[in-house]
Structures are given as structure tokens and as C-alpha cells.
């Protein structure tokens, strides 16, 4: 046993270092006072110095005796804990005692007993004694490590104990006297700092085939492994590989898989996982690791699942390294057969014997799978074991909607976590496995799962999940993990997938779920639903990238989506929630589903899309600047861009010339092109190159290779600005600075100066390696000189435009100070005037007087006696009224065809159609005020699907509006009318859905613009010149209350009033705007006015009986005039209205010589023709209206009112009358024909 002593430093002698407590060799006592000598007695009852003499010595069976005896002593002395300051004494003789025991085996129990000291309390003097004698302990317990060699399981097993003891410390009731204990972790860092652990690592080896020890040495370990130091310590020993041997070991109550899994977890946790795996890479270590779980698989303790998914995640943690013989060693393939062995029900021998009992356990195990197949996917080597074992078709099971929630199998909410993490994984299978993912028409299953997400069937998902972010009760993160699926498989640019997605009609479900996640957005933005927009950007943007069928697709609803993403407020790029991402996804989808496709590229630029790019590019964030220059330059070939680009403006109104200027400086400034304090170039011989290019040395490059003038073409924004000016031109540019001017000269010569840096390139090329002929050489160097003359002049041409502005801002200084001088003289002359006006008396005495002589002579001097008074104030002159609308401008589109499903013939739905419907009590005005934009759009119809091959219809805009209308379209045609309630009138018919015919490609909706064109309907109809009357009219045979003045056009909107009798018989009576001469070609808006005679069933002529004249300039018209002016205005707007039954009204018979008046006009009207030759012929009409009744009537006294109402009513019964008898007639008429009919044919036959 002397080797075993000597593999560890041992403790030093205490003879040599320590006092005896014993009385001394020399025969004295040591002096103590009282108080000492009390607390050292227990001490000194036992000399340790002489117990180790004792041990060294060996000879007869007395002295074996003597030391076993003396060994006792020392245990029972030390039977209450061991000082400090004695354990490295005490750890001497432990050694001593273990190489006595290897001769005699006596000695066994004393070393048990004395390893049992150490599970006592270690005690303390003082409180420094913890750090004095921290080195003797942490040595003393590493010791221990050591005395594992000893070949006794005795041995053994009670330092297993011990140390387990250091971790459940109870203190004794008796400690010595005058000691403490020491701090409770105290024994726990001594051995960490001895490292005990690796010790007792190494130790595993010796117990290799025996079970019991082993266990103990893995429960000290397990205790050991919860601190960090020990943990790497027994990494350093290698205790991963060597744990993981001990795995598949015998052993029937299953805790040595149980210790050895924690503590290879615990390593994981608090060592290097790097170095763990490491260690764990070995094929040996792999097959016992599969070994074992293996035999967990088919185990029933719930203790068996709860280390199946240990030993599963860290199998997990292997496969993420691939160096580790995952595939070699056949532990993938029972993983991979394991995770799809549900959902495939194919009958696999590797998983014989397991069944799942959808226990919380089984339900981890089941993630983690998923989880391991993920890892798997990317190992290339992995490939064709993932397609052999059926991964695609058991994730693809999860793409669907539970059906049977919460039943025999996983809970509602299990099932959602589950399926969220299969498609998850699916998005890192599916682009490994592609030819598979197609075979099982995955692309068709997303789609309809999608389909599913955005619909409105009640969903109650729990969304608390790992991956269920987005609220409960929602589909977000279904459809986010899908997308992404898609997503994945769409990244590789394979044409099968995307032909297989676009015949499923994928682009217009795509769009509907993009709108679908904007509404959502506006409601409440997250990062999951940015995330879902940026997603369909991104596979839209693939889709439609290189088609132009698929572009032209895209461009009916996605341009519009994508101009609400360039509408974004542009604080939101810094919330940090990814509208940056959303952004650039929205710029891309711009780039690959809109440029190229002219169509696309047009409706872009008529939803002013030119002015959006604009306003995001003068945010001048480095990220989009390149992207949005290269959209402009793809755009400029459009002669509406640069149009639009020109009229631009930003803020503080910045030109779209100046913006690109800065954004030039700025990149000049970033690439280290030197530019002197004004601007202007520096180096005249290569004036653009940046700080990179002046860096490098000359390299030869071969003809394929770009050289560094080239490549920064394609990597800054310079040549891209360069391009849009070209396009915007070099003049005539509006708010520009002179700094502008200057730097506007670089850009205007900037593939000049490009093409200089690329010869400078090729002459130093040359000049390296061969020494060029004299010819060639001149032309190099005259190309040489004219670049440099090209920068000269450039900066030439600076110079001039500084001294220009220079001078201007002298003469603009000059003449400042000019004005500022002029004004002070003007102020001083000023003052001087008033200075000399209000120091002469006199002068301002006449001037009194002057100032009250003209205020006299102002005054009227006439006065008028008991005159009345008339106020010059015409009440409400400034009011406008605007609250009546007779004509609406309105746009209508139909319904986009639904596409059509090509691999089973499917025929997608017809779109809507917009219809006018005939409403009564609705006015134009509740139109415009409800629809603002005045658009009307009927919904698509729907895609054929697996589900339903025909499509349903789209759903129909029914836009309900007054009665009396005209549908009119832009050209004049009419369309149609509406003139009783619940009358209908196509506007704009559905687009067809997408057949055989069309190539299973949707049809568009008819669009249009067209016109409402109300015309009042009413009974009869006032007409009449300004200020006839015939508002005071209204007001006096109906309840209406129209505007009354004295002044003309007071009534400036129709107004309708309605006559109630004694029986309630109604008669409604509009009143309308007065007419002037010239109101048949539209002056003074007579069709506005003429149109709503059209609807009414008789007219009433309201006239003056005093004549009429509009004003002074104007001719004055008799009462006959003006009864003959108003027959032909009515005749030359439509003679269809001179054969309408009229009345006459003659108003004002209150005034002086009315009766005089009448009786003249009543004699003109028995014979107008008599009295034609004294009229003017223009005022003639052709045909004179022939009037039922004419009534003199008074407004203001009430004159003729109540007989002009019962007139009224009469005339309308009459025709109400006659228009029954023509419909009886005509209704006879059809019956008596039909008779004649029947009796026709009994007869034939």
C-alpha cells in the first residue's frame, strides 16, 4: 500500500509541522491559563504525532495490538467532528491505516470507522481557521478520491457515504469545547477545490463489475455534478463517455440508467455542451445510448418515460452535431421510425412492442421527435433515411383540423401545440424531401389549411403554446407556420412547385390572405402578423417572378395592397416589431410581380406609386435607398414616371432632383471620395474613384473577371442616380442650390469619368506585365489626358457657378442694404412732415375746418315725410346652399372571375354584379356622404377547389338610390332608369370564372364610370322667371318652407312641397329655380334646372303680371313675353314638354294697374298669333302652350289661392282619369284580341 500513499501528495507530517498535544518528548508541560487548559483537556487526551509513530512502526502481534487499539481511541476521541486543525494529521494516519490494511485485513474496520470521521462536522476555532487551513482540506477530501483504489467494497461504500453526508449535514448535540462548526457548504467547496470529482470519476473504473459500489460511486457523482466546478473537473476526466458505457450496464432496479442520465444532463447544464458532446460522439457511446432507450421504449414505469425523453434530448443534442454517428449507428433510423409510427400505422419491427398511451410523457416524447426530425433535415446524409421511413406524409397529417378534439387521443390543446410543431418541422423537411412533398399534394393540403385559417367557423385554440403565439382563440399561428412551410419549399425556385401552386389558384388566395392579415394588422399589429404579410410577399414575389400571365394576375388586387404597405407611416421602421422586413418584402414583390408586366406597371403608376417610392426614398434609410433607385430606373422607360418625378414634392418642398443630389453627396461621403469645402473635384484625373480603388494594388485580371471600376457600378447607387437623371434631364430642374449645381456637374459627367477609371485600369494592366509599342502607348496616354481634360472642365464649370452665385449674393447684399437705406430716409422724411404739419396752429386749424366742410357736404339734405324706410341689407346673401345634389359622378366594377381548377376541370365562380336599386327616402347627397371614394365594387367569385369544383358566385353590390334616376355612362348613352321603388339596373356585370375556356384564368369585371342624373318627380311643376313668385307660392298651398327675398334667384336648389286636401288627397308641387333667356343651351345652368320638368306631370306658369327684367342690362318682357319666352325655352330644351297639360298662374294682381294689365293679356292670350308681328322672332315658339285654367292670383294678400288649388286638383284628376281610360282601353283591346286569337284556332282545328 505504499504506492497507493504515494499517488496523491500526502499530508504533511504533523510532527514536523504541528506541536504535540501531548505532554512533550522533553518531559515539561505546556503553560496554559485557565481558561485554556480547560478547553484544550479533551485535546490532549490523545497525541496524534505519537499515533502516527505508532503506525510506522511494525514488528509483532503485540504492537498490531497496540496500533489497533490506539486507532479506536482515535475514533472514539474524534467521535463528536474533527477540528481543523487536526485533519491533516488524521488524513496521515488514514493513509498509514490503508497500507496496513493491505498486509493484515484487521485493519479494515479501523480505516472505515476512521473514513466515517469525515462525514462528521468539520469544527473551528476561530472563523479564520476556514482559509488557514483550507489547503490541508481540500487535500485531506481529495484523499479520499484517492483511497478508492483500496480493493474493499467495505472500504468503498463508506467513502461513498461520507461524502453523500457532506450534502445532508446534521449537527451533532455535543461539539468540543470551544469549537464551532463550520459554515454549511464548507466541506462542498474544499471539495471542489480538491477535485474530488475527477477522483471519483477515474474510480469508475475500478468498480466496472461491481454493481452496488458502482451506484454509489454515480450517487456521490450526482450530488457532485449540481455544482459547476465539479462538473468540469469531470468533464476533464472524461465522465461523459465514461457514464454513458455505464448505461446498458445490469441492473434491475433501473437506477444506474436513472444516475448516470442526470448525471450526464447535469453536465450539459453546467459544462461545456461542446466537450460533452464530444466526448459522447464515439460509435460506442451511440449504440449504448440507443441501447438503452430502446429498452425504455417498451418500458411501463412512468420513471421509464420520464428518462426516455432525457435519454431524447440528449440524443437530441447529438444529432445537432454531425460529426457524431447518428446514421451509422442506427439510432436515427428507430428515431425517425419512432416520430411517424402513429400517423403512418405501418408495422416497423424497431418499434415493436411500443404503444402510446398519449400520457403528458408520451406527449413530450412526441414534440421532441418532431423536434429531432427538424435536426435531421439538415444532414444531407439524412435525406434518403427521412424519405424511406415516411417523415412527409406522417407531418402532413397535422395539416389539417382536429376533428375529434379532446377524445381517445391528444386534448384540444395538445393537439394544437403538436400540429403547430409538425408543420414547423415540415418547413425544414419539405425542401429536403421536394419530390415527396409533391407526390403527397402537400401544396394542395396548405392551401386548403390556410383556406381554413382565414375562415369564420368557431375556433377555440388555446394559443398558449411554445409556437402558439397570437392570442387564444385565433389562427395566426397556424397559418404563420404554414406560411412559412410554403415559404420554405417556394425559396428553392423550382418551377414544379410553382406551377403545381399557381394551377391551384394559389396567387389569388395568397392576395385574399394578405388582406385578410392587413385587416388584422389595422386592429392590432404584432410581430406574428407582420411576419404572415412579409411571408406572402415573399412567395408571391417567387410566383410571379419571370411570368407575365402571373403578374397581369397579381396586378387586379395586389398592386393596391402593396400601396397600402408604401403608405406606412415611417416611424414604424423603429418600433422594432419588423416593419423594416414587411417594407422590403413589399419592395421586392414590387420588383418581381409588377416590372415587366405593363399592365401592372401602369395601374402602379396611376395610384401614384412614383410619389410613395419618392417619400420613402427621402427617408434616405441605407437599406431601401438601393432597392427603391432600382424600381425608379426599371419605372423611368414609363414617360409617366419621369412626369411624376418632376412634380414631385417632400418636405419643405424638396424636389425629386435635390433629393437624389443629397443622396449622391451622402454616398460620395460614405465611399471616401474627396471633394474639396464647396463641393468640387479634387483630383481631376480619376474625380469619382472612392478611397477602396485608390487602395488597391494593380492585379492583372483576366477578360471575364470586372475590375474594381466595374464592380462598384453594381454596388453603390451612383450609376443608378446617374441613370434617373438621364431620364429627368440636366436643365430646367427646380429647387436646386448652387451646391446642388456643383455636384450636378459630377453627375452629369459621370460615365465619362466611368469610362476614364476603366482605361486608367487597363493602361496600368498593361504597363505591369508588357511593356506596350509607342502607338499604343500614345493612344493610352491621349485617352489618359482627355479624362483629365473632362475633370479640368468640370471643375471649370464649378468654379463659374460659385463666382455666379458669389456675385448674385453681393447684388442681393447690395441692394438689402439699399433698401434698408431708402426705408431710413422715408422714415426720417416722414417724421419731418409731421414734425412740420403738427407745429403750425394754423395749419392744422385749416385743416379741421377743410376735414368738416366735406363731411357736411356729404350729407343729404333732403328729407323724406312719413316715407318708408328701407334697409340696404339683403338678409342671408352670402348663404350657400348646398345640401340639394341632382347629378353623382360614381365608379362601378363587377366581380373578378374565381380561378379555375385545371387538374380536375374545375370552373371557378362568376364574379359579382353591381346593381342600382330604386329606394324611396334616399338622396344623392346619403350616397356621397356614405361612400366618399363614390366607389362600388361587387366581390369575386370564389376559387374551384377540391372541396367545391364550381365555384360560388360572387357576391353582389346592390347600391340603393332615389327614384327618378338616370343611369348615364361617360359617353351620353343611358344606361337606364329608375322611376319606381324596387326597380333594378345592371351597372357593371361580373367577370366570368375561370373555365376550359379561358384557360382556367379568371375574367375581369366590367368597369365603368357613370352618372346618377336626378330628375325630381312630382305632380306639378313650377315655372317661372326670378322673382315670379313662385316660392311665396309654394309656401301658400303646401307645408313647405322655401327660401322668400325680394331679391331674384332666391330659390337656387329645387324645392318639393306637397298640397293636402279635406279628403287627404296629396298632390305634390316642386318648385324650381328660376329660368332666364338662354336656359335651353345651358346658360345661367338651365339644363341643371330644365331636367327636373322632364318627371312632372303637368306644369304651372307662374308670372309676373307687372313684366319681368333681370337687371339694367337686360331687355324688359311684358307678362305675354315672358309667357312666350318661357314656351320656347321649354320648346328648345325638348318639345316633348309643350305637350304637357299646363295651368296659368298670374301673381302680384295686389299691385296698382294689375287689373288693366290682365284684362290686356287675357285679350293677347285668346289670339297670340295676332299680336306676333309686334314680338321680336326669336321670342316665337313654334307651338304655344295651350293652358287648362289661368288664375290670377296675390301671394301677398292671398288672392285666387284656394281656386288655384282646387284647379290644380281637378286638372290632375282629369288626367289621372284619362290615363285609366287609355289603360282600360288598351287592356280591352288585348283581351278582345285574344279572344279573336282562340276562337281562330277552335276554328282551324
Known sequence: MASLAAAQPSAPRAASRYPALGPSRSGGERRTKGPDAAQDTQSRSVDLNHVIALLQDSGSKELEKEQLKTLKKVVKHFENGLPLKDIARVTEILNLCAEKMNEQEAFTEPLCELIKLFGLPFQKKKSSDEVNYSVEVSQSIAQLGYLMRVPSSQVKIQICKSIVSFYNMELLGKLLSGYQPTSPNYKIRMAEAGGLAEALVLSLALVENQLTEKLWVLKVLQHLSTSGISCGQMVKAQAASRLCLCLNGADPSGELVFRSSDILWNLLEKASKEEVVNQLRSLECVHALKEVFVDLMCGFRHCDYQLRNDLLVIATLLAENSAVPMIESGFAKVLIVLATCPEVKLLNPLVKGFKLTYSYEDFEMKKLLFNVLGIFSKDPSAAQLLSENHVMPALLYYVKQNQKPGFSDWSAAQYEELQLHAIAVLASVAPVLVDKYLSCQANTLLLMFLEWCTGQDPFFGRGNSFRGTGGRGNKLAQMRYSLRALRSVVALYDDAVSINLC???????????????????????????????????????????????????????????????????????????????????????????????????????????????????????????????????????????????????????????????????????????????????????????????????VIPLPASCPSFAIMEISESIRAKIYSLFCKLGFENLPGLSTEDFVTLAIIQHYLDFKIGEVWSEISAEIKEEFRPVKSDEKTLKSISEESENTGKMVFALQTEVLKRQHHQEKKKT???????????????????????????????????????????????????????????????????????????????????????????????????????????????????????????????????????????????????????????????????????????????????GGSLATNFLPCKGQRRTVHLDLKLIADIGLVGFPN???????????????????????????????????????????????????????????????????????LLLVVDISGFQLSMKTQFRTAFETILLLTKELELYKEELVTKPALLAINKMDLPCAKDNLDELMTQLQNPQDFFHLLEQEIIPENTLEFREVIPISTFTGEGIEELKTCLRKSIDEQAEQVNEEYRKKKLLVLRTSKEGQMNRSWHS
Open 814 to 992: 447690395y441692394k438689402e442694404i439699399q433698401a434698408t437705406y431708402e426705408q431710413r430716409e422715408l422714415i426720417n422724411k416722414s417724421w419731418e412732415n409731421f414734425l412740420t404739419r403738427t407745429s403750425n396752429y394754423e395749419a392744422l386749424k385749416k385743416a379741421k375746418m377743410l376735414q368738416e366742410t366735406l363731411i357736411d357736404t356729404s350729407r343729404s339734405k333732403i328729407k323724406i315725410q312719413n316715407g318708408p324706410e328701407h334697409s340696404a341689407d339683403i338678409p342671408k346673401l352670402h348663404i350657400t346652399y348646398s345640401n340639394f345634389i341632382d347629378n353623382l359622378r360614381v365608379y362601378v366594377r363587377g366581380g373578378t372571375g374565381g380561378m379555375g381548377y385545371p387538374n380536375l376541370g374545375g370552373e371557378g365562380g362568376r364574379g359579382g354584379d353591381v346593381w342600382f336599386v330604386a329606394r324611396e327616402r334616399t338622396t344623392l347627397k346619403s350616397i356621397r356622404e356614405k361612400y366618399p371614394q363614390k366607389r362600388f365594387v361587387a366581390g369575386a367569385g370564389a376559387n374551384s377547389s377540391v372541396k367545391a369544383l364550381k365555384g360560388e358566385k360572387g357576391k353582389d353590390c346592390e347600391v340603393h338610390v332615389p327614384l327618378g334616376i338616370s343611369v348615364i355612362d361617360d359617353d351620353g348613352k343611358q344606361i337606364g332608369e329608375l322611376n319606381a321603388a324596387g326597380e333594378r339596373v345592371l351597372a357593371a356585370r361580373g367577370g366570368l
Open 503 to 697: 394551377d391551384q389558384g394559389a396567387i389569388s388566395q395568397l392576395l385574399d390572405i394578405l388582406k385578410y392579415a392587413a385587416d388584422k394588422s389595422k386592429e392590432k399589429e404584432s410581430t406574428v402578423v407582420l411576419e404572415i404579410q412579409a411571408d406572402i410577399l415573399f412567395i408571391l414575389s417567387v410566383l410571379c417572378e419571370n411570368d407575365v400571365h402571373r403578374k397581369d394576375l397579381f396586378s387586379c388586387e395586389g398592386i393596391g395592397i402593396l400601396i397600402s404597405f408604401f403608405k406606412m407611416d415611417p416611424r414604424k421602421l423603429y418600433c422594432g416589431l419588423g416593419h423594416n422586413c414587411l417594407l422590403l418584402s413589399a419592395l421586392d414583390c414590387l420588383w418581381s410581380c409588377v416590372i415587366g408586366c405593363y399592365i401592372a406597371e401602369d395601374s402602379f403608376i396611376e395610384k401614384q406609386g412614383i410619389f410613395l417610392l419618392l417619400d420613402l426614398l427621402a427617408l434616405k434609410e441605407k437599406n431601401l435607398c438601393n432597392i427603391i433607385l432600382g424600381i425608379l430606373v426599371e419605372f423611368s422607360d414609363k414617360p409617366k414616371t419621369a412626369l411624376h418625378m418632376s412634380i414631385w414634392r417632400g418636405k419643405r418642398d424638396q424636389t425629386a432632383a435635390n433629393l437624389l443630389i443629397q443622396l449622391w453627396r451622402q454616398e460620395e461621403l460614405d465611399l471616401g471620395v474627396r471633394r474639396d469645402q464647396y463641393g468640387r473635384i479634387v483630383d481631376t484625373k480619376r474625380p469619382i474613384a472612392t478611397s477602396f480603388q485608390k487602395q488597391q494594388k
Open 1028 to 1098: 315670379a313668385g313662385k316660392s311665396s307660392l309654394l309656401s301658400k298651398i303646401s307645408h313647405a318652407k322655401p327660401e322668400i327675398a325680394n331679391y331674384a334667384f332666391t330659390t337656387i336648389q329645387p324645392e318639393l312641397g306637397k298640397i293636402v286636401y279635406a279628403d287627404y288627397k296629396q298632390i305634390s308641387v316642386a318648385d324650381l329655380p328660376g329660368l332666364i333667356e338662354g336656359a335651353h343651351a345651358n346658360k345661367g345652368m338651365g339644363h341643371k334646372f330644365l331636367k327636373h320638368v322632364e318627371r312632372t306631370k303637368q
